[in-house]
């Protein structure tokens, strides 16, 4: 069965600070799917980034940067220079490949709170 | 472009009573998806329907139903509520069924059971 795993319940920081929300992943599909949401507190989920099993390649947008390593299931997520609109909580999630449907499990989710 | 629109965003139900919520997906997105979000079991997938056929169901009771039309809209259904019936429901829409698509999600509707 597909799991995943976010350890870190509660993240607080001080703005300008450097924040990683760590992901932790199982599954035993070859071929899969890992997405970051963004749940801010009007309470829609928001895309963020998705990467496939086979993309390895790390990727910076902006103030986002995320780090995928297959060897160890893990997906992390990196805010750099935190700013307090980035208060949210925020999912990891993992989806089967191509079955002609389509099911997300998501981890527990990390909230994360910038102070001023 | 009008996100995915859920409705009504919040409702008051009592034990026993049934409730039904509705979810207009994205103009052109025919994949609808609910998920069922609580503090203490987090979100987990209801179901998902494409082109009026559900792909695929979560573990839940079969209390919980939905369905999908010819538009794309859809509505889930929760007969007989009980009080952890309590959550926020999310509908996502995406263009197809597929593991890797993007779902974009509506801003949910909260259920409270009293």
């Known amino acids: 069965a597909q799991k995943v795993t976010q350890a870190q319940t509660e993240i607080s920081v001080v703005e300008k600070e450097d924040v990683t929300l760590d992901c932790v992943y199982e599954?035993?599909?070859?071929?899969?799917?890992l997405f970051w949401y963004k749940q801010p507190p009007s309470g829609e989920l928001v895309f963020l980034i998705r990467?496939?099993?086979?993309?390895?390649q790390n990727e910076i947008s902006g103030r986002y940067s995320w780090n995928f390593q297959k060897s160890t299931s893990s997906f992390n997520f990196t805010i750099t220079a935190s700013q307090v609109v980035d208060s949210a909580v925020y999912f990891c999630?993992?989806?089967?490949?191509?079955?002609?449907?389509?099911?997300?499990?998501f981890g527990q989710g990390t909230r994360l709170t910038i102070n001023p | 472009k009008a996100g995915v629109t859920q409705t009504p965003r919040y409702l008051i139900k009592t034990r026993g009573q049934q409730v039904t919520l509705s979810c207009s997906p994205i103009?052109?997105?025919?994949?609808v998806s609910w998920y069922q979000q609580t503090p203490g079991q987090g979100l987990q997938f209801l179901f998902e329907?494409?082109?009026?056929?559900?792909?695929n169901k979560g573990n839940f009771p079969g209390r919980f139903s939905g369905r999908q039309f010819s538009n794309s809209r859809s509505e889930m259904n929760v007969s007989t509520l009980e009080l952890g019936d309590s959550a926020l429901y999310l509908c996502?829409?995406?263009?197809?069924?597929?593991?890797?698509?993007?779902?974009?999600f509506g801003a949910g509707s909260r259920l409270t059971v009293l």
């Open positions: 329907y494409f082109s009026e056929t559900q792909r």
């Open positions: 996502a829409s995406s263009l197809a069924a597929s593991g890797a698509n993007v779902l974009t």
């Open positions: 990467r496939n099993s086979f993309d390895e």
């Open positions: 999630a993992l989806s089967e490949a191509d079955r002609g449907a389509q099911k997300l499990v």
């Open positions: 599954t035993r599909d070859t071929t899969y799917y």
């Open positions: 103009s052109g997105h025919r994949s």
